[in-house]
């Protein structure tokens, strides 16, 4: 049913098409090669495509010229010509057609219709290869290889080619286990490229020789002077508070038993508290310090 549907959508559209085709307008002349050449089995004839596209291409419209040239290359309506489909192809090209360049960089390649020339196949499968087409990447990286036409180049082969076989082409990746020695190559994602850390200096230390002094230095004071911090706060504190801390800093009436003991309690858990708190923070710096592997150089 739905091609019954895209039939009828098809003739509709010739009649639609047709009269200013007749008037001479050359997008109305392509469109109408397209529809006879896609029409389906009641509509589909290459020789109506093939007038079509000629009138359309003899007024310079790019696509025309393409597809006229393209049925010369298969003989499709027309009796196979590959020199005027070469003609045809190199018009279309000039004019941006990248998939005009490709196919008649194939011509080239094989000789047919044209001089054989690998160098300029090479150039012309360059002009599509940048524009995204996975062909003329696939066949650039294939001369590279083989050094037709251009210098031998295994490294730029391989570029292309990987460019192609992410574009889809299976040629592509088998030739590139061939180069690779049969092994499939690597591929790594632009977006797991973005989270490797951005470090060019391959000798720089994993933990600085200065972060290292540091954590040294930072721990010693804190083992040593926190206790007499700790102190020297509690102090004032104690003295306001809970005389008997500080009786023999401070002579004075001997104060309540209770009220030393009551001091006591609320100070020795504060202390201890800071103190297992100091421990641990060296402790940590120093397991830090330990995994990161201490001076060893990224180069060892």
Partial sequence: MPEIFSRLSSALLIRKFKPSADNGDANSQYILGVLYNNGGALINSH?????????????????????????LQQGKGVTQDYKEAA?????????????AALHLGRLFET???????????????????KNGDKEAQYYLGRLYHSGSGLPQDDVKASEWLEKASQNGHQGALSLLKEINGGQEPLRVEESEIELMPDDKDENKP?????KT????????????????????????????????????????????????????????????VLWIYVLCQGLRLFMIYRRSGGLKHRND
């Fill in 47 to 71: 020789k109506k495509a093939a007038t079509c596209y000629k009138k359309a291409a003899e007024q310079g419209h790019p696509e025309a010229q393409f597809y006229l040239g393209n049925l």
């Fill in 206 to 210: 994993i933990f600085p020789v200065r």
């Fill in 111 to 129: 000789g047919k219709g044209v001089s054989q020339d690998y160098a300029k196949a090479g150039k012309l499968y360059l002009v599509a290869a």
């Fill in 213 to 272: 002094v540091n954590v040294v230095v930072y721990t010693l004071l804190t083992l040593v002077l926190a206790p007499i911090v700790i102190l020297l706060l509690l102090e004032p504190f104690s003295i306001f508070f809970f005389p008997s801390l500080s009786i023999t800093m401070h002579p004075g009436p001997s104060p309540s038993r209770l009220g030393g003991a009551v001091a006591r309690m609320l100070t020795l858990p504060v202390s201890m």
């Fill in 87 to 99: 003609s045809y192809y190199y018009k279309s090209a000039k004019q941006g057609n990248i998939k």
